[in-house]
């Protein structure tokens, strides 16, 4: 069965190869930085929790003090590299594009494959099972079309892997984060305000305020899994599911649809908004932000409008 201990041992795998790239250039304070992290997939179930919270930490302090340096990759020249589009055309999207379709394909149909009477994708975590297939077939496609060797995507993952640095971190620390919060009341301390100085009697009233909380708590933030437990259980259960009996999995997902137009707009979203800037080499740090903004904006209106009519028709 394709789960999560497979795809945490590949991805602990992988942080280890970047691991020993930087004890060859002895980057020193980058291999156990990369190291710490390779550990926490490779055994995290298996180490005792304060020992894992510990070395959580310690790489915190190793990205806080810029201590994560890159090593300098051999790329193509300008040319090389024009030679190699124009020898692939078109065909350099066959992979990126297969990755997306390949998922919905492993959710729709390979789920219900089985193997020696278990499934081959696991059905608790579906849509990740898939999404790993998805990739692994992409690679094989990508190293296909471009006549390169496994080392080369190695190479190549390893080094888009430091340019991103710390920022690896922040999905997982931030979806923590949230759920931290909840367990120490601000959810209750936002419901409490939100109905002592908002007037949300009105349906439309409490669906925008539920909205625009998902997004600017995500602002914030810089996660949308971060901000979801805490405004959910401030304004989602009480005032939407309880107070005006909307559809709990609908509120769910279009909430998470809102918390991800908050993320579009703001750099603490390093993964997704300034990361692309410095692997781009853009001059402006906030160009992707600026470009995203008029989509976030209007995704975030027609996620109010939906949530509304979903709560007033169904």
Known sequence: ?????L?????????????????QDRRFAAALFWGSYSLIFLAGDHLPKALVGALVVFMSLIGGLSLVKSRSYTQLTNEQQLASVNRLGHQLFVPALFIPLGTVFGVLVLSHLTLFD????????????ALAVAAFIALLFALYYCREKPQQALAESSRLIEAMGWAVLLPQ????????????GVGGTVAELSQRYLALEHPLAAVACYALGMALF????????????????GIGIPLLVQQHDINPAMMAAIGMFSGYCGTLLT?????????????LELNDKHAVIKAQAPTAAWLLLTNIVLMYLFLRWF
Request: charged content about 0%; proline content about 8%.
């Open 218 to 233: 995500t602002v914030i933030m810089g996660n949308a899994f971060a901000a979801f437990p805490v405004i959910t259980a």
């Open 173 to 184: 620390l931030l979806a923590t984060l949230g759920l931290l919060f909840t367990q120490a």
């Open 118 to 129: 278990q499934p081959l994708l696991s059905p608790a975590n579906l849509t990740l099972a």
């Open 1 to 5: 069965m394709i789960d999560l201990p």
């Open 7 to 23: 795809l945490y041992l590949i991805v602990g795998l992988l942080f280890a190869v970047v691991a020993l790239y930087a004890i």
């Open 267 to 279: 750099p603490m979203a390093a993964n997704f908004n300034i990361v692309p800037v410095a692997l």
